[in-house]
């Protein structure tokens, strides 16, 4: 790592920031590509990594790689392993902190980059009194529905009858209460509620999608969240209605379809003219999406131009 770290030091001087990705690819992957933007705007790149899943150092030569252990076992059941990481990676964490921040004097890290599942973070940035900016691999819609599962409980949309999956829910429109996610423990209730209030506590939010996408849900989140959001680029149930409601780029279909349900909903996509409508408005998200990503080349760093003020 020395090394590494010695050759870049020759070609960027400066600030350094410190990303801590989650190791599902599904999040691996959009903050190596935050990482990339980020190393393109001068900031030099540090990537604290678990054993478990880890990125490829050499597919991205130019950033700086440090490992710490995960404390995993060999058959740690999956379905605890955001719970597990977070207890376990506490103190190694801490202590590779501490040592990078001695390593890098020259190059300072300027803040923490981490993903919104990795909540025991925010603490650390505390003590460490560097900013914490969130990656939120969510959708902006399916995480006001996860920020609002305390009141949607609170007035009983779960558990509910069959019957009533069609009922619209008031609080998250255009959601109907079968779009909602489902809920089987008390111990997801506790998850959800240490990333909303880990997230609420940081310096900003970073989403994986851009505002002309999703702009009411964006306002409303900044509503709830009082702090700097920032889109960056381009569950299920939740995407699922806002493509055929609100977007209206594709049709809803349920859990449970019929063949013959399937095939009209083809035959609408193959010969009438819905599928132009629905054409037309894709390319219209793409133009967007194009235009978005040209503004962001033009006006540079996401967090110099946001008026965050980094630590020195």
Same mark, same amino acid.
């Given at each position: 790592?020395?090394?590494?770290?010695?050759?870049?030091?020759?070609?960027?001087?400066?600030?350094?920031?410190?990303?801590?990705?989650?190791?599902?690819?599904?999040?691996?992957?959009?903050?190596?590509?935050?990482?990339?933007?980020?190393?393109?705007?001068?900031?030099?790149?540090?990537?604290?990594?678990?054993?478990?899943?880890?990125?490829?150092?050499?597919?991205?030569?130019?950033?700086?790689?440090?490992?710490?252990?995960?404390?995993?076992?060999?058959?740690?059941?999956?379905?605890?392993?955001?719970? #597990? %990481?977070? *207890?376990?990676?506490?103190?190694? /964490?801490?202590?590779?902190? @501490?040592?990078? +921040? !001695?390593?890098? &004097?020259?190059?300072?890290?300027?803040?923490?980059?981490?993903?919104?599942?990795?909540?025991?973070?925010?603490?650390?940035?505390?003590?460490?009194?560097?900013?914490?900016? #969130? %990656?939120? *691999?969510?959708?902006?819609?399916? /995480?006001?529905?996860?920020? @609002?599962?305390? +009141? !949607?409980?609170? &007035?009983?949309?779960?558990?509910?009858?069959?019957?009533?999956?069609?009922?619209?829910?008031?609080?998250?429109?255009?959601?109907?209460?079968?779009?909602?996610?489902?809920?089987?423990?008390?111990?997801?209730?506790?998850?959800?509620?240490?990333?909303?209030?880990?997230?609420?506590?940081?310096?900003?939010?970073?989403?994986?999608?851009?505002?002309?996408?999703?702009?009411?849900?964006?306002?409303?989140?900044?509503?709830?969240?009082?702090?700097?959001?920032?889109?960056?680029?381009?569950?299920?149930?939740?995407?699922?209605?806002?493509?055929?409601?609100?977007?209206?780029?594709?049709?809803?279909?349920?859990?449970?379809?019929?063949?013959?349900?399937?095939?009209?909903?083809?035959?609408?996509?193959?010969?009438?003219?819905?599928?132009?409508?629905?054409?037309?408005?894709?390319?219209?998200?793409?133009?967007?999406?194009?235009?978005?990503?040209?503004?962001?080349?033009?006006?540079?760093?996401?967090?110099?131009?946001?008026?965050?003020?980094?630590?020195?």
């Amino acid at each position: 790592m020395e090394s590494l770290r010695e050759s870049h030091m020759q070609q960027r001087l400066g600030r350094s920031l410190l990303l801590f990705p989650f190791p599902l690819q599904g999040h691996l992957n959009p903050m190596l590509q935050l990482a990339n933007i980020l190393y393109s705007k001068g900031f030099s790149i540090i990537i604290i990594h678990l054993p478990f899943n880890s990125p490829n150092p050499l597919n991205y030569p130019h950033f700086t790689f440090y490992s710490i252990p995960d404390g995993l076992l060999e058959h740690e059941p999956s379905i605890y392993l955001v719970t #597990v %990481l977070n *207890t376990k990676c506490v103190k190694p /964490f801490s202590d590779g902190l @501490s040592q990078l +921040l !001695l390593d890098f &004097k020259e190059e300072p890290i300027s803040c923490i980059i981490t993903d919104a599942l990795w909540y025991f973070t925010q603490a650390l940035a505390d003590t460490f009194k560097l900013p914490r900016i #969130v %990656l939120q *691999t969510f959708d902006i819609s399916t /995480f006001h529905v996860l920020a @609002s599962l305390p +009141l !949607l409980r609170e &007035k009983g949309y779960f558990g509910t009858k069959d019957f009533q999956l069609e009922e619209p829910v008031t609080e998250t429109p255009p959601l109907k209460v079968k779009d909602l996610p489902e809920i089987k423990s008390e111990d997801f209730h506790r998850y959800i509620a240490r990333v909303i209030n880990g997230s609420k506590a940081s310096s900003a939010l970073i989403w994986n999608s851009f505002e002309e996408l999703q702009k009411d849900s964006l306002t409303r989140l900044c509503q709830d969240f009082p702090i700097p959001s920032f889109t960056i680029g381009a569950d299920q149930k939740v995407v699922a209605r806002y493509a055929s409601d609100v977007w209206k780029i594709g049709i809803h279909l349920d859990d449970m379809v019929e063949r013959g349900k399937i095939e009209r909903i083809i035959k609408r996509l193959m010969v009438e003219a819905e599928r132009e409508g629905i054409r037309e408005r894709i390319m219209s998200l793409k133009e967007k999406l194009n235009l978005n990503e040209k503004q962001q080349l033009l006006y540079g760093d996401l967090v110099y131009n946001t008026g965050l003020h980094l630590r020195q």
